[in-house]
């Protein structure tokens, strides 16, 4: 926080902490939200862990599953009234290229198969079909919504999953910061960016059946519901 301070020259920095694995942590930092804040100008779900072993959360559900996607579904229909309350907000959710063409329902967590690179994937399939649909059913607001890969980066993730090596963090940011900040993006929705330009993303994620599908899934995962928006 320090830092951030630092490098933006302000004062009015803060922060919320919470574990993204767990839905009570989830719940008590949107609550602290809530509490300092009277809207949400932009929301960036970038947090994502790669799992070379099949950890569950106290939930029971599958670590990668529910810190890459559940939490930013869980995250966005929580904070989704601060979000209203801005002037033309902005969701961004960050994916990646390594995304699959399928998606089995009976093995969503990898129940049998686990690996590490099979779970991440999928994660990050979840995290652009929610990307897509949740445009869909914001098209009559001010909410934008849009993902975006930012490149292969030299982080924790990255290490963890194939070892050292990438772009760094600044770099990594680029993306980040656009679909944030961009005068272009002021009216765009459900796209998927790649150094900043539109591209297109694996078959199934269009899916309008398989979107909806999901959703209704992961509503029952969480034991919530949510209303239309």
Known sequence: MEKAKEITNKNNVSSVYGDLSSFNEIKEMVNDIYNRFNRLDVLINNAGVYRSTRDLTQEGLEET????????????????????????????????????????????????????????????????????????????????????????????????????????????????????????????SGKYFINNSPRPTKDITYNKEIQNKLWKKTEELVGMEFNEF
């Open 65 to 188: 599953f529910a810190i890459n996607y559940i939490a930013p579904f869980i995250l966005m229909n929580l904070l989704i009234d601060l979000l209203k309350k801005a002037k033309s907000s902005r969701i961004a959710n960050v994916v990646s290229r390594v995304h699959s063409n399928q998606l089995n329902f009976n093995n969503l967590q990898f129940e049998t198969g686990y690996t590490g690179v099979k779970a991440y994937a999928r994660s990050k399939t979840c995290l652009i079909m929610f990307t897509y649909l949740l445009a869909d059913k914001l098209k009559n607001t001010e909410i934008t919504v849009n993902c975006l890969h930012p490149g292969i980066i030299n982080t924790k993730l990255q290490r963890a999953a194939i070892g050292s090596g990438g772009a760094s963090l600044l770099e990594g940011a680029e993306t980040l910061v656009f679909a944030a900040t961009a005068p272009e993006l002021k009216n765009l």
